[in-house]
């Protein structure tokens, strides 16, 4: 999955545009797009929206976020919505993985009582909005079978260090923040998932966006989240790879192929050796992804 569009559960108008978006998953928000007295509100209204959509054909994949462990509303939020059969939570505010664990057993109790085979609601961490947090992105790695992937988040993580910005002038991250994005694609990388990027508040500005997200597949994320529809083109755009890209990469797989046995190998008068191998397995694995 590349493209990530928060839509606000109390917004019936979004959740329907974002069914058109283009967007491979939708992040049905019950946390910091929605105010403390819309949350009871938001919640029938996320469950409703599962309920409609569940059969639509080629629907995106559903994850909910809910408002994280340290609120005391986590499990009101997973009452509500659990027997909508979300194909995935987003933990907000996680702290390593002792609270993936901590999700994954209160997602295991609703399993139970609704019927759904245990296991089968994801989670989604945002891995690094707390200062804690940063010092243990290390220790995803076997929490559970529901860890999707890993992302990232500056706005709260800026709030808690008292900064004043998480951008500079030129709307690149700051050093404290690109620590936090460091992490996160570690972190995935170290627990096998996919690391995806975070948000761009700045929606109008489109070549800011995209040279966002050129950065961030530079980088190794295999995706982004977007808070407006007009971002979800030029994340899918970015984050499929393109028929020349899937050429060379063929064009690897295809000369190791060629040359059993062999650890290094001489295409055009370049050198290619294991490392090459895996990064052209990989795109190809993220190009079929793109297909479906
Ligand atoms: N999902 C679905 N539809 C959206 C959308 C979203 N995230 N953001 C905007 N739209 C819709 C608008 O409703 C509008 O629809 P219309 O043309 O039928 O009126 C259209 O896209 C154009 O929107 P625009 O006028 O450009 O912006 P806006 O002022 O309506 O909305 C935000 C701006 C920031 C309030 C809105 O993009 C938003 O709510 N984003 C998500 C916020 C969120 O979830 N934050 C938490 C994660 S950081
Ligand atoms: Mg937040």
């Not at 939020?77 to 996680?94: G, R, T």
């Not at 808070?227 to 083109?233: L, R, S």
């Not at 030029?234 to 020349?244: C, D, L, R, W, Y």
Request: aromatic share 6%; with cysteine; proline share 5%.
């Amino acid at each position: 999955m590349r493209s990530f569009l928060f839509v606000p559960a109390d917004s019936a108008k979004k959740l329907d545009k974002a069914m058109t978006s283009g967007a491979d998953a939708l992040i049905i928000d019950l946390e910091d797009s929605v105010a403390i007295e819309g949350k009871a509100k938001a919640r029938d209204s996320a469950a409703a929206f599962l309920n409609s959509t569940a059969k639509a054909p080629q629907r995106p994949y559903m994850i909910v976020r809910v408002n994280g462990l340290q609120t005391g509303m986590t499990n009101a939020d997973l009452d509500a919505i659990a027997s909508a059969n979300p194909d995935a939570i987003m933990l907000p505010k996680a702290e390593g993985g002792a609270s993936v664990m901590h999700a994954d057993a209160k997602l295991a109790v609703r399993e139970a009582i609704n019927g759904l085979p245990d296991g089968y609601i994801k989670i989604l961490p945002i891995a690094t909005e707390t200062a804690a947090s940063l010092f243990l992105a290390g220790t995803f790695a076997g929490s559970s079978a529901r860890l999707l992937g890993l992302t990232w988040g500056a706005e709260d993580l800026s709030a808690e260090l008292g900064a004043q910005a998480n951008r500079d002038a030129q709307g690149r991250f700051l050093d404290p923040y690109r620590l936090a994005r460091a992490l996160c694609l570690v972190g995935a990388s170290a627990a096998q998932v996919p690391a995806i990027d975070t948000v761009y508040v700045d929606f109008r500005d489109s070549d800011g966006f995209r040279r966002e997200c050129e950065e961030a597949l530079r980088d190794g994320f295999t995706g982004k989240m977007a808070i407006h529809p007009a971002q979800v083109p030029i994340i899918n755009e970015v984050f499929t790879p393109s028929a020349e890209a899937i050429a060379r990469a063929k064009a690897v797989v295809d000369a190791f192929a060629a040359n059993p046995g062999a650890g290094v190998v001489n295409i055009g008068g370049v050198m290619f050796d294991q490392p090459h191998l895996t990064r052209a397995r990989r795109l190809l694995d993220q190009a079929k992804v793109g297909q479906s």
